[in-house]
């Protein structure tokens, strides 16, 4: 079965614009979790979505949001960007979130730029 | 405040030898840790885990060992290959519907 799709692969952006990053689960698939990685701080949990609503945020600044659509779907926006918003952007899927989490897929990533 | 720690940034083992990384946490809620690996320019891919009742589970050549009163894990990879050259992460999680909580990760080289 296909995997988590995550486009697009990369971004390069300006200071003070904003983006968003499209993430399409594995199908049937309901749970989608969004990561930052850098090389700093390692992976740091977004959020997580569930039956389009999210269930957990961490602790990052309300300049990061995102959504989840009717088909499990997730994008995740970035506005006024900033340069150490630079970094990896992974998404997970899984089947449920009530499961140990070795069920959570990742996808290949969004590697965003800013400049 | 750091609650999963990798220690060690980079290891470098020769092929055919025992590959041991290390994994602490400080967070006595969590009762599952899970390992990945992840090569570049892909995401992470599951490799092990386990429970905290367990405090050893092996798959292949892979082993994880878990000391819960010192809160310490670690993944022994037995013999190591070149392929298992990636950078490894530990994760833990509470059980249920927590995140998961990543280490920096360890850089592996297996050296030929």
């Known amino acids: 079965k296909a995997g988590v799709t995550q486009t697009p692969r990369y971004l390069i952006k300006t200071r003070g614009q904003q983006v968003t990053l499209s993430c399409s689960p594995i199908s049937g698939h309901r749970s989608v979790s969004w990561y930052q990685q850098t090389p700093g701080q390692g992976l740091q949990f977004l959020f997580e979505?569930?039956?389009?609503?999210?269930?957990n945020k961490g602790n990052f600044p309300g300049r990061f949001s995102g959504r989840q659509f009717s088909n499990s779907r997730s994008e995740m926006n970035v506005s006024t960007l900033e340069l150490g918003d630079s970094a990896l952007y992974l998404c997970?899927?899984?089947?449920?979130?009530?499961?140990?989490?070795?069920?959570?897929?990742f996808g290949q990533g969004t590697r965003l730029t800013v400049v | 405040d750091q609650q999963v720690k990798q220690n060690s940034p980079s290891l470098s083992v020769q092929e055919g030898r025992i590959s041991i990384l290390n994994c602490d946490y400080t967070n006595s809620m969590f009762d599952y840790f899970l390992w990945y690996k992840k090569y570049p320019a892909e995401g992470p891919t599951f490799l092990i885990s386990?429970?905290?009742?367990?405090d050893k589970n092996e798959d292949g050549r892979f082993t994880v060992f878990l000391n819960k009163s010192a809160k310490h894990l670690s993944l022994h990879i037995v013999p190591s290959q070149p392929g298992d050259s990636a950078v490894y992460f530990c994760?833990?999680?509470?059980?249920?519907?927590?995140?998961?909580?990543f280490g920096k990760g360890t850089r592996l080289s297996v050296i030929a």
């Open positions: 994760a833990a999680s509470r059980s249920g519907n927590t995140p998961l909580v």
């Open positions: 979505y569930f039956s389009e609503t999210q269930r």
């Open positions: 997970a899927s899984s089947r449920d979130r009530h499961i140990m989490n070795t069920e959570a897929f």
């Open positions: 386990i429970s905290s009742i367990k």
